[in-house]
């Protein structure tokens, strides 16, 4: 049987191992769908002047305002 310290301490630990357990897997999902978020392609319409993004990789896409196809931009 445990003494009164023991079960304290084992029990703080056990605690403190399912917070950081949490954290760590709550802050790795928030990465992923912040760094999908963030990778984006600019891109700017030469006939509305409108500037929007699509999805990375994207090499051209249509205006969602005019409708016209656009290369991205190239900083």
């Known amino acids: 049987m445990l003494d009164l310290?023991?079960?304290?301490?084992?029990?703080?630990?056990?605690?403190?191992?399912?917070?950081?357990g949490l954290w760590l897997w709550y802050d790795r999902r928030d990465h992923r769908s912040f760094e999908a978020e963030r990778r984006k392609t600019t891109f700017?319409?030469?006939?509305?002047d409108a500037l929007y993004s699509?999805?990375?990789?994207?090499?051209?896409?249509?205006?969602?305002?005019?409708?016209?196809?656009?290369?991205?931009?190239?900083?």
């Not at 310290?5 to 950081?20: D, P, R």
Request: charged share 15%; glycine share 6%; hydrophobic share 45%.
């Open 54 to 75: 699509a999805p990375a990789g994207t090499e051209l896409c249509r205006c969602p305002k005019c409708g016209h196809e656009n290369v991205r931009l190239k900083f």
């Open 44 to 48: 700017h319409c030469i006939r509305c």
């Open 5 to 20: 310290t023991a079960a304290v301490v084992l029990y703080c630990v056990l605690v403190g191992a399912v917070v950081v």
